[in-house]
Every structure is written in C-alpha cells, then in structure tokens.
C-alpha cells in the first residue's frame, strides 16, 4: 500500500515521589511494577527467593531484586544460558552479554552476594535450583515478546507439576515502568491522546544491601565467547541447511548485493580487503575507561558504570573534551548520526535491551544534565542540546511501544491472535493462522500493517495452509525507532523473520512496497522462498539492465526532514480520499477501521522518520533484474490501479521476466483487501500449482 504515515514533539514529566506498592493484580503499574503475594513475616523462614536474570542485567533501578530483598532472607541470583535466549544474539551482543554478566557478578558480591550461572533449558534449570535452595518465589522480569513469554509460561507449568516440600513455588513477575500507568485496559492506543494524559515518569530505585549467599551452592563459571558459541551449536538442534540460513543473518543486503556483482577474482579481493580492515580494527588501542568492550567495537556495553560514564560523554557532546574515553565515544557518536538523533539508540540500543542500564535511569541523567547546564532550570520550548533530546525521545519512544505490545497482548474479540518479535532490539508484531500446511509470508505496502491482510490470512490458512503476516518497523504498532529506514533494511528484516520465526521456505506475497521488498528477498537469498507472489507491486522493468553500483551512505537531508513533516500534514487530512481512490470498485472497503487505524499511527513517535525514507529510497534495481534467476512469480495486477499504467507494466513484466504468471483483476491498488475472495482463490490456486511441482520442504526449525 502507498499510504504514508509521524508524531509531534515529545512531552515528558518528572516525578520524585517513589510509591512502593507491590500490586495483585495482573500488571497494574505501579512504581515498583512487582506483582507477588508473599505473606508478613515470610521473611523469617527458611525459604529463598531466586531472581532469575534475563534482560535485566543490573543492581540499581531493579525492582524484582529489591522485592526479594525485603522479603526473603535468602536471595539466589541466577543467569540461564538457555538457547531460546542466548541463540537469537549476534557475535558482538554474546560478548556485550559476557562482560555485563562479569559486572553484575562484581556487583552483586560487592552487595554480600553473587551470581549463579546456569547452562541448560529454564524448565529444567529453574526446578531444580528451587529444590536446591528450597525456594517459595522465582522473580523474573515481565516479557513482551511472544518466544519468552511462552517459555516463562513452560516455566510455571513445569513448576505446577512437580512435587515441592510445603507449597509450589511462585513465579513473581515484576517490571521498570517508565511511565506511571495504572491500567493498561485505561491506556489509549493514540500516543496524541496518551501525551495529553501527562503521564509522570516513575522515578529510579536504588540497589538493595542483600544477604549473604549460601555458602554451600556452587555459584558456576562464566563461559568464553567460543565456549558459549559452542553451546548454542549444539543446543539449537538443527540441521546443516538451518546452520546455512542463520549466516546469512551475518551479511548485509548491502553486502550480498555488491557480491553478487563481483567476478571472482573481485570477491577474493573484497574478502582480503575486509580481512585486513577487521585486523587493523581489533589491533587499535583502546583508551583505558572505553566502553566499546567488544573486538568489533560498535556498541556501547561493559558494566553500569562504563555505560553511565559513555552516557556522560554522549550528553556533552557539543562540549568537548581532553578524555580519552569521552573523546572514542565523540567519534563513534559523529559516525553513528546518520540521521538527526539516530546515534543514541545506534549506540546505547544493545546495553539498554540486556538490561544494563534502565531507561528511566537514562531519562534522569539527561533530566539531570539539563538542569546542571541550565542553573538547575528546564525550559518548556525543549531540551538545549540535542543529545539530551535523542536521549529522552529514545527511551520515551521505547517505553511508548512496550505498552502499546502489552496493551494489544490483551486485547480481546479480534480474529488475530497479535504476537510480538524482537528484531535488532526493536518490537515487531506479527500473527499467524493454521497449523499445517504450506507456509506463505504476507508483507502489507508503505503505511499499511498486517490488518491490511484481515481477509487473506484465515481464508488462506482455512484452505490447508500456515499463515504469517507481519507489520514492519516503522508501521502499525510495531516500533519506529530513529534510523536510516531502506529497502535493504526490510528485506533484512523478511530474511530475519523467516530464519528466526517461521523456520522454513516459505512463499513470499507482497503488496506496493512489499512487493518490491520480497523481490529484494528472493534475489538475494533464494533458499528462503518456495514462490514470490506480486500485488501491484512497486518497482520498475528496465530492459537490458546492467548492473550499476548501489549507493551506500543515504544519510537524510534537511529537504527530507522538512518534505515528511508537509507530506504528513497532507495525508492527516487526506487519508480517507486517498484510500478510496485506491479502492475504485469497491470503495465501501476503505472503512473506517482502516482510515482510523493509519490516523493512528501517523501520531505514533517516529512516523516522520519513516516518511524521510521515501526522500532518499533507491528502487533503481528493476523487477526484471531481481527475479530473473528466480522463476517462480505470480503477478496480481489491479488494472485500475491509479499509481501506475497496469496494462503497460504487465506487458513488460512478460516480456522481461521469465516463468511469470499474471492475473488481472478489476480493482486498485489494493486487490487483496477491494476483492479478497477473488485474490484469495487465486493465491490458492497458484499453491496448490507450485506444491504439486515440487517435493515439501521439510521444516528446519
């Protein structure tokens, strides 16, 4: 869908009043966001507490840690090397997990305590440490994505089912709440509405004096990085093709393009030279106090107190400085801005998904230097730096989307089941219908989400198949983070998805955008698409095209910048004509769900930064050109589609694409949602078409 959809200026508020209330009921929250039921003076038994780390690696600002505290004289601390977690890492975030697991253990043995370490599944391992230590309480941190949130549900079932002295222990989930809302039923799906409600910002806690540990457990040792590496091999239980598959997550669109232009001769020389290039960066010296811990040296990582002093230097960027390890991050901050505020998350992105600082204690330490720059005073016309700025809209953006995931985890009377994934840190919803069956990909166009497929996914599934559809970053209610938004961006995104979440080929339909991204897709990593099905999909048909090389740096422009805010103003006021052009034959399906649905979400914080994309997208690679080694292509064209000439583009798209099918149909740009039915038959057909020619791939999850 060509729709385009951004938010107004962050308003935030403080609060200094920490209300330390622990509530029973389900997710009310509260400062303290620790939902438990532990009896007065239980703290006098002989029970333990365990708290069980995962995404939260870190003494101060932790709410589930100082709850067991207060109310267990035994606290354990544990850390599960448990491949659901562990194997979704890159290289470089299994090193920042390491030497942030090597901090918290000083950390904690600096506050009478330690930290376990455990290699196994969670099930198993959390069992039997509650028999061990004759535990009444587990303290884990509350998750959003759907992967872990099923496994602390194994957790608790596996606990139900086996046999305790005195009662079955209690998973206690807690969580650091930026904002301070009380309900989630209460929560607007509107961030416009939500910033009207002035929401405080619940203020940090301070890390706990904890009792000494148990002298007779044997706390573990951490493992290296080849160590773990090797654990999650062997762990993850798949077969070489999967193995296959997951390195490709470690190569660029960008990359892989430019490979797949090389000679021979060019690609060994393009390996010699990233070799000596990847030499000389793991042989610079680093300053003494750097907080770039890894070999790559990307990321800001370490312990708190590394992370703390890179977030000092970060906030006075402007200002200078004669220390070495202020200076490294200057450099990596300057280099990382590909776009106005991108550097914070670029940099502090990976340290705040482990946990190691919280996103509150970011807010009040840019609060803080705000004042301190200022004479203690905060202007109402907004921050004075625009580091402090990148730093407060970050976590405030952030803090936004986890709500609205857990706003639509409980949702109810809808005919999708929404889930939730976590790509590059950031949250993706997506849904899935059927339970056997041919696996098929729906990716919506620009402005649209996976609700733009409400009447494909359970008809399709319902004819035998498995269904996923996905909203991607930057659209819907999945998360708008502030970075360089391409079309090798999302096609990445697809490759992920399918690697990670759906776990074999699978067949690849797109609409407008989406189109052009799943051609993307199945040019660059063919093994992951059975078929590629085009919905007046974008891209153009350029005869005789050589190729050319693809530009790399696409940092956005102050043209860009003013160009999406009048084009959001635009469409604000235009959705609903545009929509209805968009559906010619049918226009009483451009509803009011989907008009209110895209007015949402243009108030959603980041939308502006998706729309500078369309300033600087590049779609000079032709369709001709990335399907032509494919095959496999069913285009479905509505002919009265007021984007393009229909009759004209199909006619190229046979003469230039080899083994393409096509079927026109009397609609728009948006067939798939005008005439459903008919879209639906013809996508079943051409299943039933491609499965018959070809033998099933097996799953490789």
Request: glycine share 6%; net charge neutral.
């Amino acid at each position: 869908m060509a729709l385009l959809v951004y938010p107004c200026v962050f308003t935030v508020f403080n609060s200094r009043n920490l209300i330390f209330s622990p509530p029973r009921t389900r997710l009310k929250f509260s400062a303290s966001a620790v939902k438990c039921s532990v009896k007065s003076g239980e703290a006098e038994n002989t029970s333990a507490a365990i708290v069980w780390y995962k995404h939260d690696l870190r003494v101060d600002d932790h709410s589930g840690l100082v709850a067991a505290a207060s109310q267990y004289r035994k606290v354990v601390p544990v850390y599960v090397f448990d491949h659901r977690i562990v194997s979704r890492f890159s290289d470089e975030m299994l090193e920042l997990l390491l030497f942030a697991l090597e901090d918290l253990r000083k950390l904690l043995k600096e506050k009478g305590s330690n930290l376990m370490i455990k290699f196994g599944s969670a099930e198993r391992v959390i069992g039997q440490l509650v028999k061990e230590v004759n535990a009444s309480s587990i303290f884990v941190e509350e998750e959003v994505e759907y992967e872990l949130c099923r496994m602390l549900d194994n957790v608790k079932e596996a606990l139900s089912t086996e046999s305790f002295e005195g009662r079955n222990p209690e998973i206690v989930k807690w969580s650091t709440p930026f904002y301070d809302v009380k309900s989630l039923e209460d929560l607007p799906s509107s961030y416009d509405d939500f910033k009207k409600l002035k929401f405080p910002i619940v203020s940090t806690i301070l890390a706990p004096t904890l009792p000494g540990p148990p002298v007779d457990l044997f706390w573990g040792a951490l493992p290296t990085l080849d160590d773990l590496k090797k654990f999650i091999d062997n762990s993850s239980n798949v077969g070489s093709s999967k193995k296959e598959w997951i390195s490709f997550k470690r190569f660029s669109a960008q990359s892989v393009l430019q490979g797949k232009k090389l000679d021979k001769l060019g690609k060994a020389k393009l390996k010699e030279r990233n070799q000596e290039s990847s030499s000389y960066k793991t042989t610079q010296r680093k300053p003494e106090k750097s907080a770039f811990v890894t070999r790559q040296g990307n990321l800001v990582g370490g312990g708190a107190s590394l992370v703390l002093n890179a977030l000092a230097a970060y906030l006075r960027y402007l200002e200078g400085t004669a220390r070495d390890e202020w200076q490294e991050v200057h450099d990596k901050q300057l280099e990382a801005e590909t776009r106005k505020g991108a550097s914070f998350h670029a940099l502090f992105g990976s340290a705040l998904l482990l946990g190691i600082i919280s996103t509150r204690r970011v807010y009040y330490e840019a609060i803080k230097y705000e004042k301190d720059r200022n004479g203690r005073f905060l202007s109402p016309f907004g921050y004075s730096t625009t580091t402090a700025a990148a730093a407060i809209d970050t976590v405030s953006s952030v803090e936004w989307y986890r709500l609205l995931t857990l706003k639509e985890q409980i949702r109810k009377g809808d005919c999708y089941s929404i889930r939730t994934w976590r790509w590059n840190g950031h949250l993706i919803q997506y849904t899935v219908a059927g339970h056997e069956g041919p696996p098929i990909l729906l990716v919506h166009g620009f402005g649209a989400f996976l609700e733009h497929y409400r009447d494909n996914v359970n008809p399709i599934a319902e004819a035998g198949n498995r269904v996923w559809a996905i909203t991607l970053l930057g659209f819907g209610k999945s998360e708008k983070p502030s970075i360089l938004y391409t079309e090798l961006l999302w096609a990445e995104l697809l490759r992920d998805f399918i690697i990670e979440v759906i776990g074999q080929p699978v067949h690849l339909v797109g609409n407008s955008i989406g189109g052009y991204f799943v051609a993307i897709l199945a040019r660059l990593w063919p093994a992951l698409a059975k078929s590629v099905v085009l919905i007046n999909s974008a891209g153009e048909i350029i005869p005789g095209y050589s190729a050319l090389p693809y530009p790399k740096d696409r940092r956005t422009s102050g043209a860009a910048w003013l160009g999406a805010r009048l084009l959001l103003f635009y469409l604000r006021f235009n959705i609903r004509k545009i929509l209805k052009s968009f559906y010619p034959t049918k226009t009483d399906r451009a509803d009011h769900k989907l008009v209110h649905e895209m007015l949402r979400a243009s108030y959603d914080p980041g939308v502006t930064v998706v729309l500078e994309s369309i300033f600087s997208f590049d779609l000079s690679l032709p369709l001709n050109y990335l399907l032509e080694e494919f095959g496999k292509i069913l285009v479905i064209q509505g002919i009265k589609d007021p984007l393009c000439d229909s009759k004209t583009k199909l006619a190229m798209l046979r003469e230039h694409c080899r083994g393409i099918v096509t079927k026109e149909i009397d609609a728009g740009h948006c067939p798939h949602d005008e005439k459903p039915n008919e879209v639906n038959s013809i996508i079943l057909e051409w299943l039933v078409s491609i499965e018959s020619e070809v033998s099933p791939v097996a799953s490789l999850q």
